[in-house]
């Protein structure tokens, strides 16, 4: 089953149970991807991919968190705990992710398989964990860990 009808099929039940939070988070998320195919569309999709979809809620997750930061410097627990509540909603669509053990590998194997050797070389080994581990691999993380990797 497609992210897409997950997202449906998990409203129709979220509305039945009568749970508002979950129903506005899940509302946010299909306008957001509504608006993610219509910024698509002069590419010639008419509904992105899974993938695409994935990375759509990896950034809503994003925003939420630095939210998170700035109400909890603003004394505001009630925002928190609202933005606290769509971030696991949102994440419980996104694939498991990788351990900080399997994240250095990956990124070893990578650096590896590209025969990088320069922080110059930093773009092909991102590029080789974003095709191979896309799904699974938080690229902000990656990034300092290849970077080191590199000697930059």
Known sequence: MSLREQFTDQLKVSMKAGDAPRTSTLR???????DTDIAARPKGVQQVPDDEIVGMLRGMV????????LYKQGNRPELVAKEEAEIAVIEAFLPQQMDLAAM??????????TGAATIKDMGKVMAALK?????ALDMSKAGPMVKAKLGG
């Open 28 to 34: 946010m998320i299909l306008a957001k991807l509504k």
């Open 104 to 113: 250095e590998k990956a990124v070893a194997d990578a650096v590896a398989e």
């Open 62 to 69: 994003k925003s939420r968190r630095e939210s998170v930061e």
């Open 131 to 135: 095709a191979k581990h896309a799904a």
